[in-house]
């Protein structure tokens, strides 16, 4: 059975209290059900509201009220009447309250790092290390050939070589970016998320069954969603030390 959808739905509706009704807003006289997979959202639902309790709608249907705390690397954290936090993927909620999610965000969010940011990063980044070398009096090694850099990048991203259609792909590619093109499309893959993930539980002693009925798999599909999304370690490292709930209905909880 797949888990893609299990973490939402077990978040959604961890217990009865939790469940709703769709509101009902009243309409020329008569009430009518407020659809949530509508694509406009009311002028009520902006970034006022998120101070108010609001009726989450997955994907799949699933209700849940709770109040807006934030939006960022596209996951979205709430925090129902109970004051448990519940936290799931933008992307898993319909399309209205994607709408009113990303409403209800800061009006100052972070801006995009920008390819100028990256590469005066990597400058300081190159300048730290040959400092470092000259120091020591070592001479850098000579920059890896494509041959050389296409196994090394594979091996350190998603964990494994790359395959003869993979290698040749790349060996063959003319453009002038094409290490900057793999090396994107290599940590946006699913492979990047499973290697990394694969360390991360491995560091933090994962187990699949953690006794009365407590199963990993909330806390192994939230892992994941962090190394898809790119949260920084010691962002992680706060939540699973200050997670809210249970195991149930939290992943983060899975460490404590």
Excluded at 150 to 176: H, K, M
Excluded at 191 to 205: E, F, S
């Amino acid at each position: 059975m797949k888990r893609t959808s299990i973490w939402l739905t077990a978040t959604l509706a961890a217990t009865s209290a939790a469940l709703v009704a769709a509101p009902l807003v009243k309409k020329k006289g008569k009430y009518r059900e407020n659809k949530a997979d509508e694509a406009a959202v009311p002028a009520d639902r902006g970034p006022s509201a998120s101070k108010d309790f609001h009726t989450w709608t997955a994907s799949g249907g699933e209700k849940l009220e709770a109040k807006f705390l934030a939006l960022e690397n596209g996951i979205v954290t709430v925090e129902r009447q109970d004051k448990i936090k519940a936290r799931f993927p933008l992307i898993r909620l319909s399309a209205a309250d994607q709408q009113f999610a990303q409403a209800c965000r800061s009006l100052q969010p972070r801006p995009p790092m920008s390819q100028e940011i990256i590469t005066k990063a990597a400058a300081r980044l190159d300048e730290a290390i040959n400092a470092s070398l000259k120091e020591k009096g070592v001479a850098p090694n000579p920059p890896a050939s494509d041959a050389q850099l296409v196994r090394r990048l594979y091996l350190d991203t998603i964990g494994r070589i790359p395959t003869e259609e993979e290698a040749r792909a790349f060996l063959n590619d003319p453009s002038q970016n094409r290490r900057a093109t793999l090396i994107n499309t290599l940590l946006n893959s699913p492979g990047y998320t499973m290697h990394h993930y694969n360390w991360l539980a491995d560091m933090l002693r994962v187990k699949d069954d953690y006794g009365k009925g407590a199963k990993a798999f909330l806390y192994e599909d939230w892992l994941k969603e962090q190394v898809a999304m790119n949260v920084p370690l010691d962002a992680m490292v706060s939540e699973m030390l200050t997670a809210d709930g249970k195991l149930n209905t939290n992943g983060a909880a899975g460490f404590l």
